[in-house]
T-cell receptor, first 117, second 118 residues
Framework: DAGVTQSPTHLIKTRGQQVTLRCSPISGHKSVSWYQQVLGQGPQFIFQYYEKEERGRGNFPDRFSARQFPNYSSELNVNALLLGDSALYLC????????????????FGAGSRLTVL | AQSVTQLDSQVPVFEEAPVELRCNYSSSVSVYLFWYVQYPNQGLQLLLKYLSGSTLVKGINGFEAEFNKSQTSFHLRKPSVHISDTAEYFCAVPSLPNSGGSNYKLTFGKGTLLTVNP
């Protein structure tokens, strides 16, 4: 089975622009989470979606938004880009919306590296 | 809220030497703990997890970790490292119900860069 796939892998934007990042979860996984990893830091939680509903949101401004589609894929949108939004954006999927019960853990994709100039 | 502290930002070792990467956690509820590895220019890969049961957890690539409740630690160890183990290692703890945080997020430490030299 394919793992979590993300696109694009790299992109460059300028301040004020908008960006959309895409994620396809592992087949059979219904939950998708988004994390931001700034250089030299651990990943920070942005959103979690399960069955197309937002189940959790981290401490990020309203410029960040996301959605999940009927096929369980997801998009992360960031508006009015700032230099500080430059980061690796990681998508993770899990089988259910409660990823830490039993053996149901998060599986991460390779990420989308965003550079804001 | 749950949190983790990785005590070393960088750990250089020679090939075939043993290594220990330290992680301490803070939690007032039942604890799950994870170690993830990130190779250069890649995403995160799960190394091992502690959910319950035996406090000694074995993971992939010869790594193991021991859950120590009294010391609130979950240190990662490998008896003999290889050049290919060079990577960033992250300890993580999830937010659980009734803790005031989301049930659905992982909180990561800042990471430990393991560099294995020949």
């Amino acid at each position: 089975d394919a793992g979590v796939t993300q696109s694009p892998t790299h992109l460059i934007k300028t301040r004020g622009q908008q960006v959309t990042l895409r994620c396809s979860p592992i087949s059979g996984h219904k939950s998708v989470s988004w994390y931001q990893q700034v250089l030299g830091q651990g990943p920070q939680f942005i959103f979690q979606y399960y069955e197309k509903e937002e189940r959790g949101r981290g401490n990020f401004p309203d410029r960040f938004s996301a959605r999940q589609f009927p096929n369980y894929s997801s998009e992360l949108n960031v508006n009015a880009l700032l230099l500080g939004d430059s980061a690796l954006y990681l998508c993770a999927s899990s089988r259910t919306g409660t990823p830490f019960s039993g053996a149901n853990v998060l599986t991460f994709g390779a990420g989308s590296r965003l550079t804001v100039l | 809220a749950q949190s983790v502290t990785q005590l070393d930002s960088q750990v250089p070792v020679f090939e075939e030497a043993p290594v220990e990467l330290r992680c301490n956690y803070s939690s007032s509820v039942s604890v799950y703990l994870f170690w993830y590895v990130q190779y250069p220019n890649q995403g995160l890969q799960l190394l091992l997890k502690y959910l319950s049961g035996s406090t000694l957890v074995k993971g992939i690539n010869g790594f193991e970790a021991e859950f120590n409740k009294s010391q609130t630690s979950f240190h990662l160890r490998k008896p003999s490292v290889h050049i290919s183990d060079t990577a960033e290692y992250f300890c993580a703890v999830p937010s659980l119900p009734n803790s005031g945080g989301s049930n659905y997020k992982l909180t990561f430490g800042k990471g430990t860069l393991l560099t294995v030299n020949p």
